[in-house]
């Protein structure tokens, strides 16, 4: 793969809730996405494991799709395993091993991060990046998978603070 055909995507999205309760909604959104964002989320199923642990493997359907490439390719479901949970620094690794966006990228990999910021209940830093290679040079960045990210994001945060 020529080095143009594989990239990295980061964001860093401040929110209004606590690391811990926000930390909570993330390692429980195969019960909380489809009931909080059904607009985003058909279904989340623990297709191995218990959905939170190392080795665990969850099917992901999407209500409407995401639009993953210029064109109009759409994401109704993907794959997803874990494979790296640290409680205490409340991050997790993750990559996509089937489904429609692997039509698009041979890998997408990703690590996510929540970060307090100052004292416990004065918000959290919520980090995300990924590294993907693409399957084919005409494959466009995935800025609307980041987009979609940051969104999910703003709209738990909405949702751990109503709750």
């Not at 874990?82 to 990559?95: L, P, R």
């Not at 692997?102 to 990999?109: I, P, V």
Request: hydrophobic share 40%; aromatic share 10%; proline share 5%.
């Amino acid at each position: 793969m020529a080095p143009s055909d594989v990239g990295k995507l980061h964001v860093e999205v401040e929110v209004k809730s606590p690391a811990d309760k926000f930390w909570v909604s993330l390692r429980d959104s195969t019960e909380v996405f489809p009931k909080a964002f059904p607009h985003d989320y058909k279904s989340i199923d623990v297709l191995e494991g218990d959905g939170k642990a190392v080795g665990s493997v969850r099917l992901i359907t999407y209500s409407e799709g995401i639009y993953a490439c210029i064109g109009s390719p759409i994401v109704k479901v993907s794959k997803e395993t874990i494979d790296m949970v640290d409680e205490a620094n409340k991050a997790v690794a993750y990559q996509v091993i089937d489904g429609d966006l692997l039509k698009y990228y041979q890998s997408f990999k990703c690590i996510l991060t929540v970060i307090p910021k100052g004292a416990e209940g004065e918000g959290s830093l919520v980090k995300w990046s990924c590294e993907y290679e693409k399957a084919h040079e005409q494959v466009p960045e995935p800025s609307i998978i980041k987009d979609f990210a940051v969104k999910n994001f703003k709209e738990l945060d909405d949702y751990v603070l109503a709750h």
